[in-house]
């Protein structure tokens, strides 16, 4: 019996746990979203100019927000494993709705789920 409740415990103990130790260099929640949105529009500039490099571009945003590589891997790897990067996302989106109004609409549009589509019927 003592073997039973002290292998409850241990296993209380692990699930109470966090899947991920939190990185020495943790970056706050709205310079994460910042970073998301750069390159969020980083991206969208490599699609329209395909000779473009991507990673110069992340390079430079980086360096722009005066931040190491590996402290925002670190960083992302932390807010993706402890389930806090949707609510970045979120407001990465609404940095870069911010930036540019014109584009709520298609966001929105995007969102929605698509009413015209056919349905299948049984």
Known sequence: ?????????FLFLISCSEYID?????????IMSEIMADLA???QVTNTF?????????RYILKSHNVKADDFVESYKYYVATGKMS????????????KDPKAKGFVESKSKPDTTAPTLVR
């Not at 019996?1 to 415990?9: G, H, I, T, Y």
């Open 50 to 58: 395909q000779d473009k490099n991507l990673e110069s571009g992340t």
């Open 22 to 30: 939190k990185p020495k260099n943790l970056l706050d929640k709205s």
């Open 87 to 98: 609510k970045i996302v979120d407001n990465a989106q609404e940095i870069l709705l911010e």
């Open 1 to 9: 019996m003592r073997r039973l409740s002290a292998l409850f415990v």
């Open 41 to 43: 529009i980083n991206d």
